[in-house]
């Protein structure tokens, strides 16, 4: 039996480095880039104007107030996206429309709402005094050409995709995402809908594979539900080997009668890396590989299979997908926390801030067979072993999930 920590650095030994692909702008959101991406321009690219008035000679609005305005001569009109084809000299001004490129000749722009209106006369009464550079926005000011936008390694969300937008990129080299597949064993299990006979369950860890692997950003490659029968068993997984780069299994890796799952595994050529990890719940967790497929065998019952696809698959999957995983962070218990002399001990739990501080509260749901502590949840604490139980008031190691809000 290895610790969590050996087993973490086995499995990362044998992750390969992410590939890449090229994506249309379009299919951006939510993949992770592989590129480096800098500004293709400065921007603003040109000076422009920050409102929507009258491109002005600042010192030709010395004194003006709504009591004795200063009347300019009006030379014509900028609009965004047109020409700035007009030359401002002393005692003149333009119409000009938030975005619009500055004319030559003018330093400041002065609100419509501080003048006579955009009315279709020859001059403009200006009813207030502006500075120079008062409302332009000055090419470069945001940021230079050649700066660095966004970092491989960072996923795209709204604001990276619109970033990137701003400064013309029409596609994007991300991380390829894993092909994972997922499948359930077990003859007791059946799927909603069908109706439950004497000592069969509802097949939940399936479903909640799935949806981790969707949320993590992974493509579904085969998805199966398998009795415990070798040859099920062989025939998924020789063509799951295939298609994949990870395979997740629910159930069938501990020590009962038909439990198989392992055993199809080393026939079928993967090379077992460890099988067991000092861990409470997920003991029996199995890893291994071929031919670059990497394989975990998760225990069926849902709080081991819940953990340890968030211990290890989940991390796995960010991983081959060019991310770097997200750390613990610490908290102080509210209630006490039960320990193992030679295991880590994980709960599933909630965190919230009280003032400036993390504080935890475990499942009262010991079990690994009670899948309601998930409800509730925001995070899986865990203790590292240790003789007895942890105090309320003493720290807790938390990984925050993903999905869920801190209060
Ligand atoms: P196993 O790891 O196959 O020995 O299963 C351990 C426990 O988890 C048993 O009580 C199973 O009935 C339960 N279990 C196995 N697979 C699932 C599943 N897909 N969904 C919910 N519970 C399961
Ligand atoms: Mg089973």
Redesign the pocket.
């Known amino acids: 039996m290895i610790s969590v920590a050996e087993a973490h650095i086995n499995i990362q030994d044998r992750i390969q480095s992410p590939k890449t692909e090229t994506v249309s702008i379009n299919d951006a959101a939510g993949r992770v880039l592989a590129q480096e991406t800098v500004a293709t321009f400065p921007q603003p690219r040109f000076d422009n104007t920050a409102m929507d008035g009258f491109a002005v000679r600042a010192g030709d609005t010395q004194g003006a107030s709504s009591a004795s305005p200063v009347t300019l001569s009006m030379k014509g009109t900028i609009t965004a996206g047109g020409p700035a084809d007009i030359v401002i000299g002393a005692g003149e001004c333009c119409q000009i429309m938030t975005g619009a490129p500055m004319p030559e000749g003018a330093d400041a722009v002065v609100m419509v709402e501080d003048t006579s209106g955009f009315e279709d006369s020859s001059s403009v009464d200006i009813s207030r005094e502006v500075v120079e550079k008062e409302n332009i926005r000055y090419s470069g000011e945001e940021i230079a050409e050649g700066e660095t936008l966004i970092h491989p390694g960072n996923r795209l969300g709204a604001g990276e995709i619109g970033v990137a937008v701003t400064f013309g990129y029409e596609e994007l080299e991300v991380y390829r995402r894993p092909r994972i597949s997922i499948f359930?064993?077990?003859d007791?299990?059946i799927e909603p809908g069908e109706e439950l006979k004497p000592s069969q369950?509802?097949?939940?860890?399936?479903h909640?594979f799935a949806e981790l692997s969707e949320r993590v950003g992974a493509q579904i490659a085969m998805r199966g539900?398998l009795k415990?029968n070798p040859d099920s068993l062989k025939k998924f997984l020789s063509e799951a080997l295939k298609k994949s780069d990870l395979i997740v299994s629910?159930?069938?890796?501990?020590m009962?009668k038909?439990?198989y799952?392992r055993d199809i595994f080393l026939e079928l050529g993967v090379k077992e890396h460890f099988w067991k990890v000092a861990q409470k719940p997920g003991r029996?967790l199995f890893f291994g590989e071929l031919e670059g497929t990497l394989i975990f065998g998760?225990?069926?019952?849902?709080v081991?299979?819940f953990t340890c696809f968030m211990e290890f698959a989940w991390p796995t999957c960010e991983r081959m997908m060019g991310l770097t995983p997200t750390k613990k962070v610490t908290a102080r218990l509210l209630e006490p926390f039960p320990r193992e002399t030679e295991k880590r001990r994980y709960l599933l739990g909630h965190v919230e801030m009280d003032g400036r501080e993390m504080v935890a509260k475990p499942s009262g749901k010991y079990g690994?067979?009670m899948?309601t502590s998930a409800l509730m949840t925001n995070a899986i604490l865990e203790a590292p072993r240790g003789d007895g139980p942890l105090n309320a008031g003493e720290e807790i190691i938390a990984r925050l999930l993903p999905w869920s809000e801190l209060q």
Not at 201 to 206: D, E, K, P
Not at 298 to 302: D, I, M, T
């Open positions: 359930a064993t077990g007791e299990l369950i509802y097949n939940s860890n399936f909640v539900v415990d629910s159930g069938g890796v501990s009962g038909h439990d799952v029996p998760l225990p069926g019952n849902p081991s299979s690994s067979h899948f």
